[in-house]
């Protein structure tokens, strides 16, 4: 079970997002701040862009931000999914990215989260 929407922005979107986090954690990097990424609408990981018969499927930008660990990862990282089975998803692709246990992946309402 992919997300699918969006088209060439949204990659374009995620590799924009990725290039700041990346540029982000460079600068923190000298710094002693614990750094925490959330993600209020996380998805399943992986995006299905296009049409039925001309699509691809890309990495999510969640996928993205827990690949990056050089000079430095994010110290905590909090998804947000409502629908389960994709909660289900990420939390594993996530996981094989990225064996620790400091990534937290949660079904629920992101409206309700930020409460």
């Known amino acids: 079970m992919h997300n699918e929407f969006g088209g060439s922005w949204t990659q374009t979107k995620i590799e924009i997002l990725e290039k700041y986090a990346e540029a982000y954690l460079h600068i923190m990097s000298k710094q002693k ?3 925490t990424y959330f993600d209020g609408f996380a998805g399943s990981g992986d995006i299905k862009i296009g ?3 001309d699509f691809k499927i890309i990495a999510g930008a969640a996928k993205k931000i827990v690949a990056i ?3 430095r990862s ?3 990282y909090y998804f947000v ?3 389960t089975q994709k909660r289900d998803l ?3 692709a996530l996981k ?3 064996a620790t246990n400091n990534i ?3 079904a629920e309402d992101c409206n309700v989260v930020l409460k």
């Open 33 to 35: 701040f614990h750094l």
């Open 51 to 53: 049409n039925e018969e």
């Open 69 to 71: 660990g050089v000079p």
């Open 74 to 76: 994010f110290d905590i």
């Open 81 to 83: 999914e409502m629908d």
């Open 90 to 92: 990420l939390e594993y």
């Open 96 to 98: 094989t990215i990225r």
């Open 104 to 106: 937290s992946v949660v």
